[in-house]
């Protein structure tokens, strides 16, 4: 039903689409000579059909283009073609109505009298029309059955119009109006087929056509009036009553048109409220929450009379006009006391006066988001868009900007999805909605402070409700963790009621109301009734159960009989609710042996559940072999446990206190039926364990095809719901029982050796894939602590089984992507890429039989111990990152600007909610070293407070009172202070340093100044020394917070060494000796501290800027984070840096490092929020160089390539200042990197060319300049007179003032640009000698209009053609210009392109073609122009910003590279793609260039790969693949070329229909060969053999039965 309403609400909205895309009428076209022969009629020519009323500019539909259309034309035909000398094959072709239209003629002056004559079409053609009128109207009139006026008109008219078809005085008009009468009868029939119609559009409708069937009816009467005269005076009177048939008709069509602009409307309201609707899906609110899901009964009726009253009196009070208006009202009560019952029906009265903005009922017992902290807020958000149409809009704007906005740390959510919508949609002249929330108490606290508590939930509330109009009504017991959030009952911000201030006559009363109207038909007496409320003691639980015991069905005692128990005056007699909960466990345990065990084995089931279990469930997991065993051992307990009739839905406890009851052993004691939790998590984890032994396998859900994700399988079974539930919590029981360690580790080696990964088949499926990694983690953490006195067997098994987890826990993480996204590739591509040695691939690569092969060096990168995703908590990239270790070493402390969080350092968890401190706009944030303290600050303040409280209290710290700003505050090293660094004092002072104690905010001395800062700017980055004698501050020089390091003395202040280099970070070693710092370019120093002095050389290793650096707490090592996102680890040895490790893992700058204080570990953060801990005792011995990295550029980017003039080798440069060469061939390096001039002063080349010379071949290189020189560097190697490979010859010079903007193809010339001056030029000179050649003067016309300030024009690319002989040069003012290297003159007039914005420019070989981007337009198009002429050649459409362009040598093709990391050649002549685009970049294209034969192309990108490919035209070229004979036909077309293929952002190789082909891991994106691609330089090449991959529909022939 739902599909068939979804498909005739898309038929709808086809409709409209149709008519809302259609175009205005197209001017008729003029009669034809034929046209005007004898036999037109003259009252036919006299129908003139004019346009409708100019008031309502719609749109006409041109063509009748829908299935429905089609039908009605087919119809139509067959009555047009009866007609005799049917001439219309226009329309009858499908031609637009306005083609079909005659020439229109102006009337003559009504004053005449007489209607001139006009030519017409033939009587046929005039009688096509009015048939296809008829037909458009039969149609109407078929489907028009929920209208019946419109049915009725319709009808009528039809037989009219059966008699003016004998009489040929109609038009071919009528084809306009017969357009728009089939679309409003498919409008009608979508309508009338709907099951319901959307609310309000039956009256809508039937409003507007209504009145298209009043001006039918009109048209009906008219030409019935028509009739009635006879023959001669109807030729007579023809042009008045054409006239009003026309006016008529008129009115017809207006009266369509509203009703199309009504229904457009009303679609435009459906997609709106579907796009809504989607959104709101996104916050996957918990329903079964809402009060009216939940089985709680409401209050009987003349009970709770007086705190109903005042509940209603309090939500009905207004903010700012009532004295008594808190926004929060908290009920208070012991357990059994009925809150959730006054909730209920404080719900169901809200509701009923439409002031119920949302209700939340917490239930331990209930689904597991009942009992979720993190599900309260968007379950809220939900309730409030149903109950607020405004708050709903603004609740999808906030999704629309962030659709994960509902998995934040709940105070975001607060603010995003409550607080922020509320400001907007309620106001206070309103009475504000109430939000309930009942039974905060049954919220689950989690394992080890994980994730957010209930007590955060009520901070959240209590904090913001004040500023919301908006109320909270709030019931919980008073919990420890949760009464200081009450408040008393006179605050403020809440009204605070506890239930046992209640009067305790007035309790009784009400129960015994209860108890009269429950136990009605028992047969109750009063005093039978009072007895019963007494031995309630003021607990309606006790009455409530007591009702439940006293009428259960399917049990022996008569009810009257189980009444009389409870209220006897014997001793054993119930009374209190513990006793109550006794005696019915003693009824029902009354059997011995095994029927009384099986009672308790479900009982204590149902409570140690770590999700609700139906019976079914229950079964399975106690191995019972019928559902009904669970039935007949619950069967007494009906009174406190709920069990449902069908077996799938959960069995739950009725109130929380039977729960607690068992399990809390003051109170349950020593009884039998008292739970043991460890033994009944064992029971459990059995049960889990034999589901999964008996039912996991090889593809269990059934997935079709590995082309689609697990969300889009086309077919797929549903799992069992208790495997999924074995699969989910198995893991989480085993580590909560009791079992022993031998038999734990002999069942968990088993289970991963064996059934790994079908467990996680199960989690992906099921969508629970993105907790295995923190479950197996958990599991081995349990397991190292639950290690006895060992022995060599327990040994080798549990170190055995500890490897595995690791290994599998490494499987999760490196695999992650597929694993999450689609079961088929957890086996084609997460195993089959997994390395043969590993523990998972020692187990299972030998079952997965057809499957793809890599051929690579490459290795994969080593994981850390722990990843964890820090960035998943919050909504917004935060910045200022800092790291500490716990003293313990246990857990770890990240800062994010405001936002403090604390992890635990063995399994990634998070523990507790984000700590904020003071409120301090646009603050700061640093950490101490051991986390505990935090100092937050911005310019004008600061406090410290302590990050381990709850609630921390800042303690202000005291700025000198004629100071400025502060700029930086950090902790000492040992954490007893805090120092204020670049505290701005007056004018003319130095800055100070302040010191404070860290303990209690107090000053430490005076304050320091520091000699000669004042001269310098504020202070970016501060040290201090541990033994307090010397401070390292740096001053910034620009944005970036880059500037130059000095040393002071921290006793006096005085300046020691001065300005070492570019440095981001610093610090001392543990015993003060030395000061390392990192700089700019990557390089790390150490000096020694006391007098300043350079230790040894700078390591390299780093390509970017250092970011931070940490000393291990021994001094032996030092690590350093960068930009770069490697974290590597430096032998630190009497002061000097040694051999390193490099640790790869972030994705982003590596923001801080530090050492855990027991030296164990290593933790590192980057940009993004990832936190990898590592283990420092690996990778701090021994020395190894960067894993899988080949010699050549290590920069982010290889800039520029180009060919050797025979094409056997091939140069590129690097921003690292490096220019390497390549075999062309094989990809292999040909001798180092060179070195050049200017390299070690920060420039790097931009231009490169071979240069042919007497028959000697050099290579030329142009750099940037730098400011020391005024010109670029040019350097000029000898690359055949080296004996051995690249030791060549070299010589360099510093260029003329300018900069190099140009080097030819064939290495001869080189341009330099001169800028900045009055009148620019460009100096072309030898590049061999720099010896002048000519200049080009450049000032022509008036400056770029953009750029105020300057009265000259700006040079922004230029480009040489193949031979050097012209030169192209792109301008700031819009204007390219040729000119002839040779003499300097131009050779074209300007061109001018749109005020384009530069980038790359072409010559073709011959100078006559210019290629240039036009990177303004949509497409980011290619323009190729003749720059003589001025005409354009072609354009080639682009899909990213062009940033590279090259003709062939033959001038035939161009080829351009772009920011979507692809590569196309393109026919100069036709502007087609000769080639499919060349996909294999993983980041943008920044170069391309063609080899001298044309057969190839090389380029070079920002993922520091050099790539050629093979572009002949007709050639097939894939790396080395063969497809089996029954392989899929996609292999076949990536094969041929691998047109259609693409690789997005995070490793998935797309085919064209949008396949999942397959994943890769990160360290083979770059170097993995693409069809077309013969060599890959500057990184090992991947090459894959997918002879045996089985993929598509058959990937299941990938995994062995074995």
Not at 588 to 597: D, H, N, R, S, W
Not at 1061 to 1070: G, I, R, Y
Request: glycine fraction near 6%; charged fraction near 25%; include cysteine.
């Amino acid at each position: 039903m739902t599909e068939r309403r979804n498909g005739r609400k898309k038929r709808f909205f086809d409709v409209f689409r149709r008519h809302q895309s259609s175009t205005p009428a197209q001017a008729p076209r003029p009669a034809s000579p034929a046209s005007m022969a004898e036999g037109s009629h003259r009252l036919t020519s006299l129908l003139d059909w004019p346009h409708s009323s100019p008031s309502l500019q719609i749109p006409r539909s041109r063509s009748l283009s829908s299935t429905r259309r089609t039908s009605t034309l087919q119809a139509v035909r067959s009555q047009a073609d009866s007609l005799p000398g049917h001439p219309d094959a226009r329309f009858l072709a499908g031609t637009s109505e306005s083609d079909a239209l005659s020439s229109r003629d102006q009337a003559a002056d009504p004053g005449d009298g007489v209607e001139p004559t006009a030519p017409s079409e033939s009587p046929s053609r005039m009688m096509a029309g009015l048939a296809i009128f008829k037909s458009a109207l039969q149609i109407t009139e078929k489907v028009a059955d929920v209208f019946t006026p419109l049915k009725l008109a319709v009808g009528g008219l039809l037989g009219i119009l059966e008699w003016v078809e004998t009489v040929v005085d109609v038009d071919e008009s009528f084809e306009h109006i017969a357009n728009k009468v089939t679309l409003m009868a498919e409008m009608v029939e979508v309508y009338r087929s709907m099951d319901s119609l959307p609310s309000g559009s039956q009256d809508e409708m039937t409003k507007y056509l209504d009145k298209v069937a009043e001006t039918l009816d009109g048209v009906k009467k008219i030409v019935q009036k028509k009739q009635d005269r006879k023959i001669v005076k109807r030729i007579v009177l023809a042009p008045a009553d054409k006239q009003a048939v026309v006016d008529q008709l008129r009115d017809v069509d207006s009266a369509i048109e509203l009703f199309l602009v009504s229904a457009h409307v009303k679609q435009v309201k459906l997609l709106r409220d579907q796009r809504q609707s989607f959104l709101m899906k996104q916050l996957d609110a918990i329903v079964s929450a809402r009060h009216s899901a939940v089985d709680i009964p409401s209050c009987t009726k003349e009970t709770r009379i007086q705190l109903l009253d005042d509940i209603c009196a309090w939500a009905a009070y207004r903010q700012g006009k009532d004295t008594d208006a808190r926004p929060i009202f908290i009920l208070n009560g012991a357990a059994g006391t009925g809150k959730s019952t006054v909730a209920k029906t404080v719900c169901a009265a809200l509701e009923e006066g439409g002031r119920l903005g949302g209700s939340y009922f917490c239930s331990r017992g209930g689904k597991a988001g009942q009992r979720d902290v993190k599900s309260i807020f968007p379950t809220l958000a939900y309730t409030l868009s149903q109950h607020s149409p405004a708050f709903a809009a603004e609740v999808a704007k906030a999704l629309e900007k962030d659709p994960d906005a509902a998995k934040a740390v709940i105070k975001e959510q607060f603010r995003v999805l409550i607080a922020k919508p509320a400001e907007v949609a309620f106001t206070t002249a309103d009475t504000a909605p109430v939000v309930v929330i009942d039974a905060v108490d049954e919220l689950e606290w989690p394992r080890s402070n994980n994730g957010p508590t209930p007590h955060d939930l009520l901070d959240i509330i209590v904090d913001q409700a004040p500023q919301l109009h908006l109320k909270f009504f709030v019931t919980s017991r008073p919990e420890d963790g949760l009464r200081d959030m009450f408040g008393p009952p006179d605050s403020d911000s809440r009204k605070h009621v506890r239930l046992h201030d209640i009067d305790r006559h007035v309790v009784d009363a009400d129960i015994r109301g209860y108890l009269t109207a429950e136990l009605d038909t028992v047969g109750a007496f009063r005093e039978d009734i009072s007895a019963l409320a007494d031995r309630s003691e003021g607990l309606f639980i006790y009455a409530a159960t007591a009702c439940k015991y006293i009428k259960a069905r399917n049990v022996s005692v008569p009810q009257g009989r189980r009444l009389q128990i409870l209220i006897s005056s014997r001793a054993n007699a119930p009374t209190g609710i513990d006793k109550m909960y006794e005696y019915i466990l003693e009824q029902a345990l009354e059997a011995e042996g095994t029927e009384a065990e099986m009672v308790l084995r479900c009982l204590h089931a149902v409570l140690c559940a770590r999700n609700p279990l139906s019976v079914t469930e229950v079964a399975h997991l106690l191995r019972l072999t019928d559902p009904e065993y669970v039935r007949c051992a619950l069967v007494a307990l009906h009174s406190v446990i709920s069990v449902p009739d069908r077996d799938d839905l959960p069995v739950t406890t009725y109130h929380a206190s039977f729960a607690d009851y068992l399990i809390t052993r003051t109170r349950s004691g020593s009884k039998r039926w008292a739970a043991d939790t460890g033994a009944t998590h064992r029971d459990l984890f059995l049960g889990c364990f034999e589901i999964m032994n008996s039912s996991l396998r090889f593809n269990v859900s059934g997935c079709g095809t590995s082309y689609a994700s697990n969300a889009k399988q086309p077919s797929r079974q549903d799992l069992p719901s208790y495997l999924v539930y074995a699969c989910r919590f198995w893991i989480e029981h085993l580590t909560m029982s009791s079992i022993s360690e031998e038999q734990a580790t002999q069942d968990v080696c088993a289970f991963f050796g064996k059934q790994f990964l079908y467990w996680l088949e199960v989690l992906s499926v099921c969508d629970h894939a993105k907790v295995a990694s923190l479950l197996v983690k958990r599991l081995e953490v349990w397991l190292r602590d639950k290690q006895t006195e060992p022995n060599a067997d327990s040994t080798d098994v549990l170190a055995r089984c500890l490897r595995i987890l690791q290994d599998a826990y490494d499987f999760l993480i490196r695999f992650r992507r597929p694993i999450l996204h689609s079961v088929p590739h957890i086996y084609i591509s997460a195993l089959a890429f997994t390395p043969p040695e590993s523990e998972i691939g020692q187990a299972y690569l030998g079952l997965l039989e057809r499957r793809l092969k890599v051929d690579t060096a490459r290795q994969l990168t080593p994981l850390p111990l722990l990843d964890i995703h820090e960035h998943s908590r919050t909504l917004h990239m935060q910045y200022h990152r800092a790291l500490a270790f716990s003293a313990d070493s246990r857990c770890i402390v990240s800062a994010a600007d405001c936002d403090v969080c604390r992890w635990d350092a063995r399994t990634g968890e998070s523990i507790g909610q984000p700590q904020q401190g003071p409120d301090i706009p646009h603050s700061r944030l640093a950490l101490s070293p051991d986390g505990s303290r935090a100092v937050s600050w911005s310019e004008s303040t600061g406090c410290v407070w302590d990050t381990t409280l709850d609630h921390p209290i800042g303690r202000s710290l005291k700025v000198p009172t004629d100071a400025t700003s502060v700029s930086l505050v950090v902790f000492s090293p040992d954490g007893k202070c805090v120092a204020a660094a670049g505290i701005t004092m007056a004018e003319g002072r130095d800055f100070v340093i302040c010191k404070w104690d860290a303990a209690t905010g107090d000053p430490i001395g005076q304050p320091l100044e520091l000699a000669g800062s004042a001269l310098k700017g504020g202070l970016s980055l501060i040290a201090f020394a541990p033994d307090y004698k010397r401070i390292a501050a740096t001053y910034p020089r620009d944005n970036l917070g880059l500037g130059k390091l000095t040393l002071w003395d921290a006793e006096t202040g005085a300046a020691i060494v001065e300005e070492f280099a570019d440095v981001n970070s610093a610090v001392f070693s543990p015993d003060s000796a030395f000061v390392v710092y990192g700089e700019l370019g990557g390089a790390i120093h150490a000096r020694d501290a006391e007098t300043g002095d350079a230790i040894g050389q700078p390591l390299n290793g780093h390509t970017m800027t250092v970011c931070s650096l940490a000393f291990s707490l021994d001094g032996k090592f030092i690590a350093s984070g960068s930009f770069d996102t490697t974290v590597r680890v430096w032998s630190f040895e009497h002061g000097r840096l040694a051999g390193h490790r490099v640790l790869k893992g972030h994705t982003a700058s590596v923001e801080s490092v530090v050492f855990s204080l027991d030296g164990h570990l290593l933790a590192s953060t980057s940009s993004n929020g990832d936190i990898c801990i590592w283990d420092a005792a690996q990778n701090t011995t021994g020395h190894t160089n960067p894993i899988g990295e080949r010699s050549g550029h290590i920069d982010v980017g290889v800039e520029v390539v180009a060919f050797s003039p025979n094409g056997r080798q091939l140069a590129s440069a690097s921003r690292d200042g490096t220019v390497c060469i390549w075999d062309a061939h094989t990809g292999a390096a040909v001798g180092e990197p060179l070195l050049g001039l200017g390299h070690d002063c920060g420039c790097w080349p931009v231009a490169i060319a071979f240069l042919v010379d007497d028959n000697k071949t050099n290579l030329v290189s142009c750099s940037t300049r730098t400011g020391v020189h005024r010109g670029p560097a040019i350097n000029v190697w000898d690359v055949e007179a080296a004996i051995n490979p690249g030791e060549w010859s070299h010589k360099g010079y510093w260029g003329k003032d300018g900069r190099a903007c140009a080097l030819s193809p064939d290495g001869k010339r080189i341009a330099l640009g001169l800028e900045r001056q009055e009148e620019s030029s460009i100096e072309i000179v030898e590049s061999a000698t720099c010896a002048h050649v000519v200049d080009i003067d450049m000032s022509l016309s008036a400056p770029y209009e953009g750029d105020a300030q300057a009265d000259y024009r700006v040079l922004k690319s230029a480009t040489f053609s193949l031979d050097g002989r012209f030169i192209a040069v792109c301008f700031n003012d819009a204007t390219i210009q040729v000119w002839e290297t040779d003499t300097g003159t131009r050779f074209a007039p300007p061109l001018e392109v749109d005020k384009w914005r530069g980038g790359s420019v072409a010559l073709s070989p011959d100078g006559k073609l210019l290629a240039y981007p036009d990177s303004r337009s949509e497409h980011r198009n290619v323009r190729i122009w003749n720059p003589q002429t001025h005409i354009e050649q072609s354009c080639m459409e682009h899909t990213g910003v062009v940033t590279s362009l090259a003709f062939s040598p033959n001038g035939k093709h161009v080829a351009s590279a772009s920011w979507d990391d692809a590569v196309r050649v393109w026919d100069v002549q036709t502007g087609d793609l000769v080639l499919p685009p060349l996909r294999g970049h993983t980041r943008t294209v920044w170069s391309v260039a063609f080899s001298p034969d044309a057969r190839h192309i090389a380029t070079c990108g920002r993922d520091k790969s050099i790539r050629i490919w093979d572009v002949t035209v007709g050639a097939s070229h894939a790396p080395q693949i063969v497809t089996g004979s029954d392989s899929p036909s996609l292999i076949d077309l990536w094969e041929s070329h691998g047109a259609g293929f693409d690789m997005s952002y995070n490793g998935w190789i797309i085919g064209p229909q949008e396949e999942l082909f397959l994943w890769t891991p990160p360290e083979y994106r770059t170097g993995l060969s693409w069809p077309r691609m013969t060599a890959v330089m500057g990184m090992h090449p991947v090459r894959l053999d997918l002879r045996q991959f089985a993929h598509g529909s058959t990937w299941t022939e990938c995994w062995s039965s074995a």
